[in-house]
């Protein structure tokens, strides 16, 4: 199992981006789905996660109403569309599968991780 995110970047307060992550080797509609972000010093959080289908989402407070998560079970990708970016929101930001079909804010809930991508926000 492979998980590829990208989109990762520098941006100023207020802007935007909007993260992709690339799976395979799973059965990618089968997956719950989740991101999470690490900034220096702290421990991985959670951001977002959405079920199998798409039917289903949950986000921390943190980015609730900024963020969106989604997915393309038909490219086997997931994204996170981010929006009104704050220098708080500066971190690796990393995609995750579980084998569950449904969401999960719990970090120890995925099996699968990808590798990171940046996230600076600048002010």
């Known amino acids: 199992v492979q998980l590829q995110a990208s989109g990762g970047g520098q941006v100023q307060t207020g802007g935007s981006l909007r993260l992709s992550c690339a799976a395979s080797?799973?059965?990618?509609?089968?997956?719950?789905l989740g991101w999470f972000r690490q900034a220096p010093g702290k421990e991985r959080e959670f951001i977002a996660t959405?079920?199998?289908?798409?039917?289903?989402?949950l986000y921390s407070d943190p980015v609730k109403g900024r963020f969106t998560i989604s997915r393309d079970n038909d490219k086997n990708t997931v994204y996170l569309q981010m929006t009104s970016l704050k220098p708080e929101d500066t971190a690796v930001y990393y995609c995750?599968?579980?084998?569950?079909?449904?969401?999960?804010?719990?970090?120890?809930?995925?099996?699968?991780w990808g590798q990171g991508t940046q996230v600076t926000v600048s002010s």
């Open positions: 995750a599968a579980r084998t569950s079909p449904f969401e999960s804010i719990s970090v120890y809930e995925y099996d699968y």
């Open positions: 959405i079920t199998w289908n798409g039917g289903s989402t």
């Open positions: 080797g799973l059965t990618f509609g089968r997956y719950g």
